[in-house]
């Protein structure tokens, strides 16, 4: 069973910083794209950043030029880190993973437990 267990949430005025983290574990033979999606109070869950397991990255356009996506393949990590946050980044954050647990299984997906960033004067 493969968990992935996020850190780093929490509360930060208009203009800071924060850096989101994912670490996964469990049976892994090897870890394909990651990522992270938010879900805002009384809106659906929608992409946030993904990198592929070799470094190409995408993200969605709210999240361009002030947030960051990186990974660690050698840990089976994932980071996001989020600069000059708005308002309206205020979000539960969820880590997503998508990844194989043999050479021959099926693609698998699993998503945290999620964390929450609060932006807020």
């Known amino acids: 069973q493969v968990q992935l267990v996020e850190s780093g949430g929490g509360l930060v005025q208009p203009g800071g910083s924060l850096r989101l983290s994912c670490a996964a574990s469990?049976?892994?033979?090897?870890?394909?794209?990651m990522g992270w999606y938010r879900q805002a109070p009384g809106k659906e869950r929608e992409l946030v950043a993904t990198?592929?397991?070799?470094?190409?990255?995408n993200y969605a356009d709210s999240a361009k030029g002030r947030f960051t996506i990186s990974r660690d393949n050698t840990r089976n990590t994932v980071s996001l880190q989020m600069n000059s946050l708005k308002f309206e980044d205020t979000a539960l954050y969820y880590c997503?993973?998508?990844?194989?647990?043999?050479?021959?299984?099926?693609?698998?997906?699993?998503w945290g437990q999620g964390t929450l960033v609060t932006v807020s004067s």
């Open positions: 469990g049976s892994i033979f090897r870890m394909n794209d």
């Open positions: 997503n993973a998508q990844y194989i647990t043999t050479p021959i299984s099926w693609l698998r997906e699993v």
């Open positions: 990198i592929t397991n070799g470094g190409a990255t």
